[in-house]
């Protein structure tokens, strides 16, 4: 009940964060943990432990699962939606440093492995698990040198567990562990008040059989380390093995580097990227496909509709206007309400719902609110801002009902605030039973649970309610033309203007403007990498909204042309569409960049990207049904019907 009303507080006060920024007085607002802090020298600086992570399993465990050292009390740190969401177990350790005095050879602790202990350990090594640290906020990373020796190095989230190895003249594989860290903390010091601040946290790891005289001792110096006696571990020469009765000996040295990065620009060095020139084509990609669908909605628009527009209001007998084909025959069917009103009055309501998050999250991200140093940022203000668009959910909804005739608003108004989420929920939790039952730290727990809840039916559901309400109080749409009482038969349509085919070719080019950017989102949620380049995505974001319009515009024109009136669902499919590629790219992506091979790890890959297209299909297709909509009210509003 305590981690439930922790949840709670913690969804309470980062709305009140986002209230807070946005006021007059922001300027002198920090966000948590984001301010910098001042150390003396001799200042204690305490190490924190995050989850252990694998891109093999993607499932992670707390740190402490496994038998390293662990402190008296282990005390857990407060942590927001998004990092309960991620699976982030932020606990204290034993590791402590004291500002700019290097330690050299710390012994943490003894630990003499049994059989389960062994075993968990060789499951992580196994799995590649990584463990990761935290220090004042900075992740801790394990630098890489780059294959051409130029340039500043790789940084890798976290270090490994442990290794798997022969030993030379044998076939024999065995485990080897990681249990000396050469720690390295780079601080910027301030000429003027002699304090330092941390601006980078490094790591070494090495295995190393550790050997002492004696019995074992608080005070036993070790063979293998020993400053006194100027012997540091430098390589993993004589490995630590894995077995059973196997004596461990954790150990660590820490050295302190004076940098002349500063503390604002600390993150710098972990999101350098090397790859610009690949989001800067898939930019040119993007506006390459945007140029050609205006191109072609500028020659419907200025050229082909400006004549029949004229060539229409020139006639002058009935007769005349009967011998006309063209989009003009079906102005008396047009406007006929579709089958499944209901349904794509919840649809079209939803996806302005995500349209509004999207847009909000991008504004956020863009301005620097949800960086990577604000870690679960941004899965929070997702799921708030969500929430709080629930009123233009119902707004949308109920504005689209009502045109069609409908009465009974407070209908639309459960449909649109329960539909998709109580899809996606159910899915989710089947997903949170898989990993309850691997007894992951990703495992939502239940309190997290009751506040999902709360976010939904406290939040989400009310103000849906009230968006149906008002818009159910705002006058009709009229259309623009009247609507025949008799049917009109559709004529026999060619085969490229099957629904089927017009529907899935609408979804390549919006597919097409975003699947480059879409492989470093992918990569920065299953690759466990940082995803920073909000500008890039905010712009291809705005070329995907382009693309699916004038898409949908291009398709409806041709679809009336042929005398087929049927164009609401088909414009919300077209764009929607979009969404079957990415879940087709989602599978190429598992069997060509992933290496995941436990069947729970596949499903929950498949589940969460189930979800995540589901999401795609329902904003997309909104962004193409109201483009349609905007176009046929136009050119129907712009022609005499007799």
């Not at 003009?328 to 309400?337: E, P, Q, Y």
């Not at 009055?345 to 863009?366: N, P, R, S």
């Amino acid at each position: 009940m305590e981690r439930a009303l922790n949840s709670i507080r913690a969804v309470l006060i980062t709305a009140v964060i986002c209230i807070v920024l946005f006021s007059d007085d922001a300027r002198s607002f920090y966000l948590p943990g984001v301010a910098p802090e001042d150390f003396e020298k001799g200042d204690s600086l305490s190490v924190k432990v995050n989850k252990l992570t694998s891109i093999k399993t993607q499932l992670p465990y707390s740190y402490y699962s496994i038998p390293y050292c662990r402190p008296n009390t282990i005390i857990d740190s407060r942590e927001n939606l998004g990092e309960v969401l991620r699976g982030d177990r932020i606990e204290n350790s034993r590791y402590v440093f004291r500002m700019r005095e290097p330690q050299l050879c710390n012994v943490l602790c003894r630990v003499e492995l049994d059989p389960k202990s062994s075993k968990a350990f060789k499951e992580k090594i196994e799995d590649e698990y990584r463990v990761n640290m935290i220090l004042d906020n900075l992740p801790l990373v394990v630098p890489i040198p780059r294959s051409e020796q130029e340039g500043p190095p790789i940084y890798q989230l976290g270090f490994y567990v442990g290794l798997k190895g022969q030993y030379a003249g044998s076939k024999e594989e065995k485990y080897f562990l990681h249990n000396h860290l050469n720690f390295v903390v780079k601080y910027h010091k301030d000429p003027q008040t002699y304090t330092s601040r941390i601006v980078g946290f490094e790591v070494t790891p090495f295995s190393v059989k550790h050997e002492y005289e004696g019995k074992w001792t608080e005070n036993t110096r070790l063979a293998t380390c020993d400053p006194h006696a100027q012997r540091i571990v430098t390589s993993s020469s004589s490995p630590q093995e894995v077995e059973d009765k196997q004596e461990v000996i954790f150990t660590y040295d820490v050295t302190f580097q004076e940098s002349d990065v500063k503390w604002a620009m600390r993150w710098d060095t972990y999101l350098l990227m090397a790859d610009d020139q690949i989001h800067w084509f898939s930019i040119v990609n993007s506006l390459m496909i945007v140029l050609f669908l205006s191109g072609m909605v500028a020659m419907i628009m200025l050229r082909t509709l400006y004549r029949d527009i004229s060539r229409y209001n020139e006639l002058e007998t009935h007769e005349e206007a009967q011998e006309e084909t063209g989009w003009k025959l079906v102005h008396a069917d047009v406007f006929r309400t579709p089958s499944n009103s209901d349904l794509l009055c919840v649809y079209v309501g939803t996806g302005v719902q995500f349209l509004g998050m999207v847009v909000v999250t991008m504004i956020f991200a863009v301005l620097g609110f949800l960086s990577p140093s604000n870690r679960g940022g941004l899965m929070t203000a997702m799921l708030l801002l969500w929430a709080f668009m629930g009123i233009f959910a119902g707004y949308a909804a109920a504005r689209l009902y009502k045109m069609f005739k409908g009465t009974e608003w407070n209908k639309i108004a459960v449909n649109t605030a329960v539909f998709f989420p109580a899809t996606a929920f159910a899915l989710f939790f089947v997903l949170n039973a898989l990993i309850w039952g691997e007894k992951s730290s990703g495992a939502v727990p239940f309190g997290t649970m009751f506040a999902l809840v709360f976010l939904w039916f406290g939040i989400s559901v009310p103000l849906v309610f009230l968006g149906s309400y008002i818009g159910f109080k705002k006058p009709a749409i009229e259309d623009p033309v009247k609507t025949n009482k008799i049917q009109r038969q559709i004529p026999e349509q060619a085969w490229y203007m099957n629904p089927i085919f017009s529907i899935l070719i609408g979804g390549i080019l919006p597919f097409g403007a975003v699947f480059i950017e879409l492989f470093f989102i992918l990569s920065s949620i299953w690759l466990n990498q940082f995803y920073y380049i909000f500008g890039f995505l905010l712009i291809v974001f705005v070329i995907l909204l382009i693309t699916c319009a004038e898409i949908t515009v291009v398709l409806c024109y041709f679809q009336l042309c042929s005398e087929d009136y049927l164009w609401w669902w088909r414009s919300y499919l077209t764009a929607g569409s979009s969404a079957l590629y990415l879940f087709l790219y989602a599978v190429f992506y598992f069997f060509t960049k992933l290496d995941i091979t436990k069947p729970v790890s596949g499903a929950l890959y498949f589940g969460y990207m189930l979800i995540a297209s589901y999401a795609f299909f329902v904003l997309t297709g909104a962004i193409g049904f109201y483009a349609c909509f905007w176009f046929t009210r136009l050119i129907y509003s712009s022609v005499k019907i007799d």
